[in-house]
């Protein structure tokens, strides 16, 4: 694929290559069925086939124990934001969120319409989200239902390193950008939810790993899309699934577990980050990285140019030539953002970094 680009996109994001290879051989005729997935039945054996390895695959990539249900939905990251509320809480409860970046403001924000309280209690926002406020710090409310985090802030590139202890409360974790990207401990967790368009698959679908004990307690006026339960019940299917996301997900966790499953993976994003901070740190300044050394994200990493706007407007632009795509950082915060997912080559990262070497030479 001579002319493939490197993608930094924040999502939707880069894919890995032998993936997307083996979609286009089997995309016309899949696997002598006659058809594509595209236009298969999701009731059909063939998709059903599909539909559980790719279960069966996920379960076996992340160690998820047997009392936790696996659900493919539609509506992403953002849906799950208010149905997580509709089945852990009544109108009447509170729940507690820790706010930490922009992802985290929009579950609390959404929090607030479901929910009686949405309390905020931990935020980094008076150090402009750049770090993660210690949990011996967080101000639990007695009563609230459960504890929201983001587990890492995609726009503001801070993660956390560790499962904060919540002790016995229910703990919900958005994990939309960093899915996946190392290994998860599921039975710290109440509800883990995310979007796959980063680091999983194409667009269209969100994963949330539930335990059974918290199912079946939604609201009289709860949608039927909302409730978790009915979903596990329905194997995911209680209406049309997004069955091209969730066929592409599935190549891609039996890829992840071929390549070494979750452990490895966390080595390798772990290498690639070095990579990519150490050129940052490296470079006298040149470059800088404005989060807490203690919570830099391993998939999206935000950085600026100390030499200003017109120099980061022409770094961007150099970079964009050069084949180096969407390094634009988000509209809220400027400067450039470098989202190296668990599809991002570790070569990709290493051009990229001889690019801002050979930039700053040029323009220091
Ligand atoms: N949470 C995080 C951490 C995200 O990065 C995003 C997407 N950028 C979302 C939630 C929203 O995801 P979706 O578009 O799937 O609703």
Redesign the pocket.
């Known amino acids: 694929a001579g002319n493939r680009l490197y993608n930094f996109s ?2 939707p994001a880069t894919l890995p290559l032998d993936v997307l290879e083996e979609i286009q051989r089997d995309l016309v005729d899949y696997k002598g069925s006659g058809m594509s997935v595209l236009e298969m039945s999701h009731r059909g054996k063939d998709y059903m086939a599909i539909a559980e390895k790719a279960e069966k695959d996920l379960r076996e990539l992340v160690g998820i124990p047997d009392n936790y249900k696996v659900l493919f939905l539609q509506g ?4 799950m934001m208010a149905s997580n509320c509709h089945n852990l809480a009544a109108a009447t409860d509170s729940a507690d969120f820790v706010v930490t970046g922009a ?1 985290s403001v929009k579950a609390q924000k959404e929090g607030a319409k479901m929910l009686a309280k949405a309390n905020v209690i931990a935020s980094s926002k008076d150090q402009s989200f750049t770090t993660i406020p210690d949990v011996k710090d967080w101000k639990f409310t007695e009563g609230s239902k459960f504890v929201h985090i ?1 587990s ?3 726009i503001g590139g801070v993660e956390f390193k560790e499962v904060p202890d919540v002790g016995n409360r229910v703990l919900v974790a ?1 994990m ?2 960093n899915y996946l990207s190392k290994p998860i401990e599921v039975e710290k967790y109440g509800i883990i939810y ?2 796959v ?2 680091n999983i698959g194409p667009a269209g679908m ?1 994963i949330a790993i539930v335990r059974e004990d918290l199912m079946g307690n939604t609201r009289a006026d709860t949608p039927s899309m909302f409730d978790y339960k009915l979903m596990a019940d329905n194997d995911s299917m209680y209406n049309t699934p997004p069955c091209f996301t969730w066929y592409v997900s599935g190549l891609v966790f039996a890829k992840l577990l071929k390549d070494g499953g979750l452990k490895a993976m966390e080595q390798r994003n772990i290498e690639k980050a070095n990579v990519l901070y150490g050129a940052i740190d490296g470079s006298g300044g040149y470059y800088v990285s404005p989060v807490d050394t203690k919570y830099r994200s391993l998939m999206n990493v935000p950085f600026t140019l100390a030499g200003g706007e017109e120099l980061e407007k022409k770094f961007l632009a150099e970079a964009k030539a050069e084949g180096f795509e969407a390094l634009k950082g988000h509209r809220s915060v400027g400067g450039a953002r470098a989202s190296i997912y668990n599809a991002m080559p570790k070569e990709g990262v290493e051009a990229l970094v001889s690019f801002m070497k050979d930039f700053q030479a040029r323009n220091a």
Not at 76 to 79: F, N
């Open positions: 924040a999502g992403g990251a953002s849906t992802w983001c890492n802030e995609t958005d939309s950008s995310g979007g368009q980063k969100g």
